[in-house]
């Protein structure tokens, strides 16, 4: 186990607009084709950038089940670096950090697509660059806080979040502060193996500030409470969403397929309630 970077900060200013973005699972091309629709250029130094200085916010889980994690792992190298970025912790994200970082975990659930593209990255540009991509890799997920508060002239207006958070853990590092924005409101497993999720949006109480969450991809975003769901489920052919603060739009891009490679999915076994 390596040394374990600084948590970047968790407050960005939307003095300047903020594009929110939905679980990305590795569908880079969709994630190009969002950037476009947003008004997003490419600058003269390979950055993609806003002509009004919007920031790109990534809710997490941009690695795992589709074809190009690397790519995203790059993307958010760079655009964090260059300061037009930013991005949450994940439960995905969560778990490609602790393999980068030689832990025993167990590659499943799409993160063994990440691994085999490493194998090949390494194949394609030798030991040298493969090992300081996961170096740059591991820093960059270990470093994502749990939450992110967005600020308009120095009002909280947002949260970003990957899974969810209760009110009281807005502006909080604990484990359990983690946890809950990792993994959401989890009670146990249920007999197909999969997680029981409380339905912490339905529960809260209260509308401000405005929650933006994904993780749990629902075929429309969805809004209850003063929280927003934007993950659509782009990998397992859905959409992929921006939600744009403060116009208070929702950009989508479709899916050009479903690299989940799964007939049943979370999209297939929605039932709205
Ligand atoms: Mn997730």
Redesign the pocket.
């Known amino acids: 186990m390596r040394h374990k970077p600084q948590t970047r900060s968790k407050v960005l200013s939307a003095d300047n607009g903020v594009d929110f973005v939905g679980?990305v699972h590795g569908c880079y091309d969709e994630f190009m084709e969002l950037l476009k629709r947003l008004g997003y250029e490419r600058s003269q130094e390979g950055t993609f950038r806003h002509p009004q200085g919007r920031k790109l916010l990534s809710l997490g889980?941009i690695t795992s089940r589709g074809p190009h994690s690397i790519k995203m792992l790059q993307f958010f190298i760079q655009h964090i670096a260059a300061g037009v970025a930013e991005m949450v912790d994940?439960?995905?994200g969560w778990k490609v950090a602790r393999w980068l970082d030689g832990r025993p975990v167990t590659l499943a659930h799409g993160d063994e697509k990440v691994e085999e593209e490493f194998r090949v990255y390494q194949q394609e540009f030798g030991p040298k660059k493969a090992s300081l991509l996961r170096e740059q890799s591991r820093r960059l997920l270990f470093s994502s806080p749990s939450h992110m508060m967005v600020k308009k002239n120095d009002k909280l207006v947002a949260v970003a979040v990957?899974?969810g958070i209760k009110d009281d853990y807005i502006g909080l590092e604990s484990p359990a502060v983690h946890t809950f924005c990792r993994y959401g409101d989890v009670a146990g497993t249920g007999p197909d193996g999969r997680p029981i999720r409380r339905e912490w949006a339905k529960e809260r109480r209260g509308y401000e500030p405005l929650i933006v969450w994904g993780?749990d991809p629902r075929p429309e975003p969805e809004r209850q409470n003063g929280t927003l769901n934007i993950d659509q489920g782009c990998v397992f052919g859905g959409k992929l969403t921006a939600y744009r603060y403060p116009e208070d739009e929702l950009v989508s891009v479709p899916a050009k397929e479903n690299y989940s490679g799964l007939s049943d999915t979370p999209l297939t076994r929605y039932t709205a309630d």
């Open positions: 679980d889980d994940s439960n995905h990957h899974a993780h």
